[in-house]
């Protein structure tokens, strides 16, 4: 945290880069109030020009902007600062299991609400398993460091068997190591599903957001090594609150 006294700063993926440059270079006018809340940036071919880079680069600098909650940027309206400092984002790099539990383990869980529930047949669908079938579900908050705002809204189903854990999420706020430690369940494989979403009116109350406002979907689904789903998890991160980076190695054919 900055001490008080101190200007607030930006933290952009990709800080070596020239689009995060740019984007810096904004953010200091903005916090300078050469810009101020209301007014537009200039256009992308003034930008262009000003910092001598292409259209890409400049359109790639405003949306870390947007992102970071200083700017909105509508087609035909131009761009018009929204904040002098940025909103928080919380960034989930997931290329390994060893980097979702360094992300677990920099978060905290809060449960809001447990009890067995029977799968009807849209659960079903989504756990990969027969309608009918008992299972625990768990209502989570996920937080980060201080602040007051929850990251996401997760809701956990395990088996009934494994019920127990309830007890012990808040404290580890790592559910499917503690199957493995507590119940010697052998997890095989971790499948996951992201999609676009709204917030219904009770994760907007609970996230402290408006209801209906974009949020990100994330469905993952731990198997044993028999293909049973032993764990499901639906997560829902409002925007402007979490991101999620990957990062692929390509092998181009010669």
């Given at each position: 945290m900055n001490p008080p006294d101190s200007a607030p700063s930006l933290a952009l993926p990709?800080?070596?880069t020239r689009?995060?440059?740019v984007?810096?270079?904004?953010?200091?006018?903005i916090r300078a109030g050469r810009y101020a809340v209301g007014d537009r940036l200039p256009t992308e071919a003034e930008l262009q020009r000003r910092f001598d880079v292409g259209r890409h680069t400049v359109r790639e600098a405003i949306r870390q902007l947007r992102n970071a909650g200083l700017v909105t940027a509508r087609a035909g309206r131009g761009t018009t600062v929204t904040?002098?400092?940025?909103?928080?984002r919380y960034v989930q790099s997931m290329n390994s299991v060893a980097e979702l539990l360094q992300f677990t383990r920099a978060t905290r869980l809060a449960l809001l609400d447990r009890g067995e529930i029977i799968a009807d047949a849209a659960l079903a669908r989504e756990i990969k398993g027969p309608p009918g079938q008992a299972w625990f579900r768990m209502a989570l908050?996920?937080?980060?460091?201080?602040?007051?705002?929850p990251i996401g809204h997760i809701n956990v189903y395990v088996r009934?068997?494994?019920?127990?854990?309830?007890d012990e999420v808040e404290a580890h706020s790592i559910v499917f190591s503690r199957l493995e430690q507590r119940y010697g369940v052998q997890l095989f494989e971790l499948e996951q599903e992201l999609s676009a979403v709204r917030l219904s009116a009770l994760e907007a109350k609970r996230l402290l957001a408006a209801r209906g406002s974009p949020a990100?979907?994330?469905?993952?689904?731990?198997f044993s090594a028999d293909r049973r789903v032993v764990q499901m998890s639906v997560g829902i991160y409002p925007e402007g609150r979490f991101s999620y980076a990957t990062r692929m190695h390509l092998s181009v054919p010669g």
């Open positions: 990709g800080r070596d689009y995060s440059q984007a810096r270079a904004l953010f200091d006018d904040a002098a400092t940025g909103t928080r908050l996920r937080t980060a460091g201080g602040d007051p705002k009934p068997e494994f019920r127990g854990i309830a990100l979907r994330i469905v993952r689904r731990y």
